[in-house]
Each structure stands twice: as C-alpha cells, then as structure tokens.
C-alpha cells in the first residue's frame, strides 16, 4: 500500500517555502493512510475475499487491540526480522511496476508512505519475535537463500546472537 508520489511532491513543495512543520505533516498523514488502507484490505481479505471472518464487525476502538483471526507481519519487524525479504515480494508481485513503489539499497520502499507485508489467516497465527539468532543458524539460513554469510548477518545484525568475525 502507498500514499504514492503525490505525498512526496506536497511535502517537497512545504520544504522549499520553508515549513518543515507541515511537510513532516503531510508525510504523517501519508503513512496514515497507507496503514490505513493496509488494515482495510486485511479486513476485506478476511470478511470477504478469504471469507473466513462474514460476521466480524469490531469497532475501531477494539480493532487497536487486533481481536481478529490472522495476522499481517511484515520484513524488518519482530516476526519477520530480514528487510531483504521485501525483494522476493516485489519480485513476485512486480510491485515496481504495479505500484511506483521501489525499494532503496537499504531495503526502505519509497515513496516513504509505503507499507507492504504478508496476510496470513490461519486463526492461531499470531505475532512473535524471532529469538536471538546464533552462529550456525544464520549460516544455515545463508545457504538456504544463497546468500553470502556476511550479507545475512549485515541485515540480522539486530536479532544475532553473537558477533560476526569480520
């Protein structure tokens, strides 16, 4: 999901008169509305798409707490630590040319109102961090996405549970 360019091009527009304030604003309410968007379509997904979820009618209050079943982790937070995973998603969904949305070598999506992730559905799915990751399984997860070990331990820098040689 993206605000899309526009919201760059008005926030720009405020920088170069000068009001920071109202840029910083707008790209606020850019990355509102794109979270926003995300959770309205993970609810469609789940109410009509998927259809697994008809009768669920919570209140905005109580969707804070998300009562639902299914969850819509996304790469770099706790569930789903590794940023490079956005590349596989852009790739199978063509996302560039479907959207306008890229990705920059640090794996941000820009425009930067830009919110992307998985809907998984299952009703016991749920949120978790991934725990610290040692030695032999970032190795492993290396050789399983083809990926050199110091790439891998690069992007789980955060999640290692020990520190990388070089």
């Keep these: ?3 899309g360019a526009e919201e760059d091009k008005i926030a720009q527009s405020f920088k170069e008169r000068g009001d920071d304030y109202s840029a910083i604003m707008v790209q606020a309410l850019g990355d509102r509305f794109a979270e926003g968007l995300a959770e309205l379509l993970h609810a469609k997904v789940r109410r009509e798409y998927w259809g697994f979820a008809r009768d669920e009618a919570f209140t905005p209050t109580e969707m804070i707490a998300e009562p639902y079943d299914g969850i819509r982790p996304a790469s770099g937070y706790p569930a789903q630590p590794d940023h490079t995973e956005k ?3 852009f790739r199978l969904l063509d996302a560039t040319a ?3 949305v890229r990705l920059t070598e640090s794996m941000a999506m820009h425009p930067g109102a830009s919110v992307s992730g998985l809907y998984i559905a299952h ?3 749920y949120y978790f961090g991934v725990a610290k990751v040692e ?3 970032a190795a ?3 050789a399983r996405k083809g990926m050199a070990l110091r790439d891998v331990e690069r992007w789980l820098m955060p999640v290692l549970n020990y520190t990388p040689k070089d």
């Design 123 to 125: 009703p016991d799915a």
């Design 135 to 137: 030695a032999d399984q």
């Design 1 to 3: 999901m993206t605000s």
């Design 87 to 89: 590349e596989t998603l």
């Design 98 to 100: 479907h959207t306008g």
């Design 140 to 142: 492993d997860y290396a």
